[in-house]
């Protein structure tokens, strides 16, 4: 029989342990967002979930991260969680789902969370910064590599929302799996400009008279 390890009104756990409410990080409310669409996970499904859509504007964690975040939410008393005997013999397996403390707090925290600036971390584009340390040409393979996997993510994307027209609950989702889209492309038309740019730079150095910084 289904074990459960978590009590389902308003999310507390059993034995009438407080729970614990300290600050979520990103990672949590991702977690708790995926969620909230109303389906129990594993933590693979989870994972899976994530690969389809998170990782599209923010980043696909890890099985240990999903894990470690499902541990949390629990203790917080937002998830619950219980042992499902597989048909094939396997060993149970553990699912999820959100608690209605845990829809409230998703919730509060998707209507007030500030709209901070988002953080780009573009690997690319310290490489090139860096295009002074590089071999000659480096600097454009980098950036047409670049445009090829800008141009497989705005395959996927597109697949992707494609895949969720036929869903009403990822009507959101859908929305920003077409945003991806479109910032793939953008991404891939930013590195044709900066092909553009090490072509004039070119020039530029061997242009009559052009001498190197401190020469």
Do not use: C
Not at 184 to 211: F, N, Q, T, V
Request: glycine residues 8%; charged residues 30%.
């Amino acid at each position: 029989m289904a074990q459960e390890s978590r009590g389902t009104d308003g999310g507390a756990p059993k034995g009438g342990r407080t729970p614990e409410r300290r600050p979520l990080p990103p990672t949590s409310w991702a977690v708790l967002g995926l969620l909230s669409f109303e389906q129990e996970l594993s933590g693979y499904d989870l994972k899976k979930w994530a690969d389809w859509s998170l990782s599209f504007f923010y980043w696909s964690p890890s099985f240990s991260q999903i894990y470690s975040e499902l541990k949390r939410l629990e203790g917080a008393g937002y998830v619950t969680s219980r042992s499902v005997p597989q048909a094939t013999g396997n060993r149970d397996k553990r699912v999820y789902s959100i608690t209605e403390a845990g829809r409230r707090a998703v919730r509060e925290w998707a209507r007030g969370a500030a709209v901070e600036p988002p953080v780009l971390k573009h690997g690319v584009m310290l490489r090139i910064w860096l295009g002074h340390l590089l071999e000659a040409d480096q600097a454009r393979d980098i950036l047409r590599e670049h445009q090829a996997n800008a141009d497989k993510m705005v395959h996927r994307a597109r697949l992707d929302a494609e895949g969720a027209e036929g869903e009403p609950s990822w009507a959101y989702p859908r929305l920003v799996l077409r945003w991806a889209e479109r910032y793939y492309e953008a991404e891939r038309r930013l590195a044709e400009d900066m092909l553009a740019d090490l072509d004039e730079l070119a020039r530029e150095r061997e242009a009559p008279g052009h001498g190197e910084p401190g020469a």
